[in-house]
């Protein structure tokens, strides 16, 4: 059976310390394996049992056990000798000496400047030219590790300048600096390091606690939602249920009536057929009568004949119009308006509870959209500039004039222009102006000629003009004057499904101007009127 090959990477069973092959690896209690001579050897020059890898501290000193499993390991792939672990990975030193493929460095030279593998280090382990190189553990960083002036490894730190140097530097540029080796230094920034491992520790801790407090409040929501919901159905199916039974009480109250009164059509009917009738049978003996020829039978028979009476000759029967079921109509008609009222206010009520309209300038911040005006809707006399968001009033049609299009505002007083995305949702915008502007928003099928297409003058449309002197609100053709002092800048708050339109003075603070509580049926789009010499800007909140 041909043998497994088993494809492990150096590290996997290298000491973090030494960087080599474990060598009688033994456990921590966290789980991480050092050589034991190496991990004796850092707790007794640092006189704390502290894992070097996760810093978990370890009190009392801890009984260090050989890994059966890992010395194994580590003594099949010592005779195996897996060439895989000969070349350098990602994470490892490679040599400097290596052509091609290059393997792993077993020895970085300081006087040198170099890493060497295995193969390559001989040189300097057997030829006495290299005696006076010295060699350290390999290492990637070894440009910053070696004093560029005495080409020795840095062990000292200058406390002074914060850097690392060389124990020869304190006798030229370092001269009577705060210097101390490198491994005190270390020692004492362990501790700060320890410090901020406590508190970065407890912030983890304070901050799992924060998302156990927000989970539970998120559950907390999602109950009482999801409670909301089912208590709000109920009360609503019972409307429901009331307005059916309503309708079959109406219904049978209609039918009651209506059976009444044919019922008494049809009494009325068959006496007057009856009336008819006799009627018939008297007229037919008076004229039976008259056809006699003798005088004597005609006299005698005449009186035989009994009388019609003067009711039956005179009285008139009067249809009476269906007035009963107009009353019911239009009180059917009366209670539905009220019932849309208030079921109107009431959606008003309850979105401004679960979704209130902001207060602060930073909060209707959080609605600001960017709005972009449409080319293709703007009067001949307006133009447009800063990529659409700013529209002046020009004294003049531009030559040559833009070509026609069916969504441009064409009669000659209505200077208007509409932006391209349509609005709906929680929106929130400013228009800066120098002038006279109305500021509107409106549906996009609003005419483009005739007095009709002029913002506030049609069902269409809401608009609020401004100029030096103050403001106005109109919509479809009724104008409301709005009692503020003139600000250059307009804010604009839309609550489509709330059915919600606001408009503000933007100063240092948020001034209301006019707030408009109505049900939008179409999406809706921003728009201006800008008169002459007039300009105005879409202020970019992003």
Known sequence: MEKTRVDLQRESFSCSICLELLKEPVTLLCGHNFCKACIERSWSERNIYKCPQCRQTFTPKPLLRKNTVLAEIVEVLNKTGQPELCYAGAEDVACDACTGRKRKALKSCLLC????????????????????????????????????????????????????????????????????????ERREREKEVDQSQGRIQQRIQEREKDVKLLQLEEKYINLCGDKAVEDSQATLNQLIQNLQRMRSDEELLIRCLQKREAGRVQGLQQQLEQEITELKKKAAERQQLSLTDSHSVFLQNLSSLSEVSEDMLSSRTHVRPQVCYEDVAAAVFASRARLQDLLRDSWTNISRVLAPEPKTRAEFLRYSVDITMDPNTAHLMLMLSDKSKTVKHMVQTPAPPPPPHPDRFTDQSCCQVLSKAPLTGRCFWEVERNGEVAVAVSYKDISRSGRMSYFGHNDRSWCLYCDNYGYSFTHDSFRVKVSSVPSSRVGVYLDHSAGLLSFYSVTDTM???????TSFTQPLHAGVNVWLRSKCTFVNLK
């Open 511 to 517: 001034t209301l101007l006019h707030r408009v509580q």
């Open 113 to 184: 400047v170099v890493s060497y593998c295995e193969q390559h280090l001989q040189p300097h382990l057997e030829a006495p030219a290299f005696k006076r190189h010295k060699l350290v553990h390999p290492s990637k960083r070894l440009q910053e590790i070696i004093c560029s002036q005495y080409h020795e490894e840095k062990k000292m730190f200058c406390r002074t300048d914060q850097q690392l140097i060389c124990h020869l530097c304190p006798e030229d540029q370092h001269k009577d600096h705060d210097t101390v080796t490198a491994a005190a």
